[in-house]
């Protein structure tokens, strides 16, 4: 199936620092959202977006859903190590199409 | 937020045999939930759309005479491992919606490995 191109594929900073991760489609989506997953966890839902140009927070966690619909970013600012994880992006149009992940490892 | 429960976390069978994993919507109606197969290290790519009383749909390259899939209630879908072989070993994972357009919560996720 369709998979949406997320960068950065991995990303290794330190404590404090901001992070910020993209995806993007060829395709039109009607949400974006975007996952967390622990390692041998099943991914845990952070941001859902519905309408085009929607920006969204949750707690240090800021996303948006782009103007074309074809791309969405996410911020995270003044990491912590349990930060550390693999974040994806997922599109829906139907069914979900997932991002490729990008692996976050925050240094104490 | 909603609550999806896959059961067994983790299980070991040798080859041949067949496994059968659970995902149950705990506090939601799904009339469609999905199962996904991960890699070490990879995204989750969809093995088949599971339908609430009619025939799972399967995507393209998946068997669906190896995965069966089950899905007789609107709060349960199961998805049988028949004949397991150590390449099925992998990371199994299930997600439901409450409907079509809202995000999807995902199961905690199974380990398989075939020995």
């Known amino acids: 199936g369709q998979q949406l191109n997320q960068s950065p594929q991995s990303m290794f900073i330190q404590e404090g620092e901001d992070v910020s991760m993209n995806c993007t489609s060829s395709?039109?989506?009607?949400?974006w959202l975007w996952y967390k997953q622990d390692p041998g966890e099943g991914p845990v839902l952070l941001i859902a977006?519905?309408?085009?140009?929607e920006l969204t927070s949750n707690g240090r966690l800021t996303a948006q859903f782009g103007i074309t619909r074809k791309d969405s970013f996410l911020n995270i600012s003044a990491s912590i190590p349990s930060d550390v994880g693999i974040y994806f992006c997922?599109?829906?149009?139907?069914?979900?199409?997932f991002g490729t992940g990008t692996s976050l490892t925050v240094i104490p | 937020g909603a609550v999806v429960s896959q059961h067994p976390s983790r299980v070991i069978c040798k080859s041949g045999t067949s496994v059968k994993i659970e995902c149950r919507s705990l506090?939601?109606?799904?009339?469609?939930m999905f199962w996904y197969r991960q890699f070490p290290k990879k995204s989750l790519m969809l093995m088949a759309t599971?339908?609430?009383?009619?025939?799972?749909?399967?995507e393209q390259g998946v068997e669906k005479d190896k995965f069966l899939i089950n899905h007789a209630s609107l709060t349960l879908s199961t998805l049988t491992v028949t004949s397991a072989h150590p390449e099925d070993s992998s990371f199994y994972i299930c997600?439901?919606?409450?409907?079509?357009?809202?995000?999807?919560?995902f199961g905690q996720g199974t380990r398989l490995t075939v020995v």
């Open positions: 599971s339908n609430e009383g009619s025939k799972a749909t399967y």
């Open positions: 997922a599109g829906q149009l139907g069914q979900f199409y």
């Open positions: 977006l519905y309408k085009a140009g």
């Open positions: 997600s439901a919606h409450r409907d079509q357009n809202t995000e999807a919560f």
């Open positions: 395709s039109i989506f009607n949400t």
């Open positions: 506090d939601f109606q799904a009339t469609t």
